[in-house]
């Protein structure tokens, strides 16, 4: 049985609610849906989330694997914030991939969001090669973390089978950042799919494949920092290749900024 409907507030309004929400009050909601939901399809998961957290957002690079919980999200509210952050170093074909399946799908409120400081801050273009933190902390982190004040939640689309620091992830999670008092709920709908569940589901709703995909990127970011992967490599080997590098930094974990070891 699916929680009862929390008072619900507009979503994407920037009128967060007054007072703090304490971490053990949110923690003890994350443990009483983790339970509830855990057997249960991420639709049921994006339906509970989207009665339960009131300003609820989804977070989507549209990437090798994004149509699958886009088009679950399209089937439960086409309305629902979806944030795209494109760094101006992203892929041609991402781009044309983003306005497509949005029109696609039906989704009738994306927001693109872009760095206001890029020309200050890297006029060149180099900053990726001389500090790819910095560049991602400009391109992507700040964006994000500011189009996020706005909401409760935000729904990813990480999975268990991507790496042993997510191997334990559940549909829902506290998000503390530690710079803020405010922690936010994580949604991950698509937490206990497997590889192959998600290449089934795309095959069998026959969804759009990003173009790129069929080129050899089976993980898509910007165009300086992804290179195409060879058969039998690592599917995240073609991100930050030949760096230490694996994440952008979008996600915390205990108040800290994930740099590598988990993916985006
Ligand atoms: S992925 Fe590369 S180009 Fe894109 S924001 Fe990060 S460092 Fe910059």
């Known amino acids: 049985m699916l929680p009862e409907r929390h008072t619900p507030l507009p979503n994407g309004s920037k009128d967060l609610p007054e007072g703090p929400v304490s971490h053990q009050a949110l923690s003890r909601q994350v443990t009483k849906l983790n339970t509830e939901l855990r057997h249960h399809a991420a639709t049921d998961v994006l339906r509970a989330a989207l009665t339960t957290v009131p300003r609820l957002t989804l977070v989507s690079s ?15 509210d086409k309305d629902l914030p979806v944030l795209f952050i494109d760094t101006e170093l992203l892929f041609a ?59 409760d939640g935000w729904i990813t ?6 790496s042993g620091s997510r191997a334990a992830l559940a549909h829902f999670e506290t998000e503390e950042r530690g710079d803020e008092a405010r922690p936010r709920i994580k949604v991950n709908p698509l937490a206990y799919w497997s590889a192959q569940d998600v290449q089934d589901y795309m095959a069998e709703n026959r969804l759009p494949r ?38 952008c930094g979008i996600h915390f974990e205990n108040g800290k900024m994930i740099r590598s070891g988990a993916l985006t």
């Open 157 to 162: 689309g990480r999975k268990r089978f991507q």
């Open 210 to 247: 990003h173009p790129l995909v069929g080129k050899g990127y089976p993980s898509i970011g910007c165009m300086p920092c992804t290179s195409p992967v060879k058969p039998g490599e690592d599917p995240r080997a073609g991100r930050w290749r030949n760096t230490k590098k694996d994440e």
């Open 62 to 76: 549209f990437g090798a694997e994004s149509v699958v919980l886009l088009h679950l999200t399209s089937m439960v």
């Open 93 to 151: 074909e991402t781009l044309v991939y983003q306005q497509e399946l949005t029109e696609r799908l039906g989704l009738r409120n994306v927001t693109i969001l872009r760095s206001g400081n890029i020309a200050q801050t890297d006029p060149d273009t180099t900053l990726h090669q001389r500090d790819p933190d910095a560049c991602c902390a400009l391109r992507k982190t700040q964006p994000l973390q500011t189009a996020l004040h706005g909401f």
